[in-house]
């Protein structure tokens, strides 16, 4: 099944393209179908204050910029390895550990 239409077959997303992911129409229960998505390059799921979690950017290798800002997440862990991740937005979330962020040398803005 291809990304298009897991997105297409939930209609909770609004895609511009296989590379590119911006919703604000998650929840917990339906945030999953995201984990096949693993050629995102960009993922704005912010002003979510209902997600909690951030799991499935564990399985966008290749994300380079990351909006999950006002939403409850408090683990962002699943971004440690993500090498290519230049622009973070986290402001107003409920993490309070960044720690995971260390070993990330490209990432150029954290807000």
Do not use: W
């Amino acid at each position: 099944m291809s990304q298009e239409s897991i997105i297409l077959s939930i209609e909770i997303i609004h895609l511009t393209d296989t590379h590119r992911i911006r919703t604000t129409l998650v929840t917990d229960q339906n945030i999953h179908v995201l984990n096949y998505c693993n050629e995102t390059k960009y993922v704005d799921v912010g002003h979510v204050l209902k997600l909690t979690k951030c799991d499935f950017l564990a399985h966008m290798p290749d994300l380079e910029v990351c909006i999950i800002a006002i939403t409850s997440i408090t683990d962002i862990s699943p971004l440690a390895n993500h090498e290519k991740l230049e622009y973070l937005e986290l402001f107003y979330s409920m993490t309070d550990d960044l720690s995971p962020l260390a070993g990330l040398k490209n990432l150029k803005h954290l807000n």
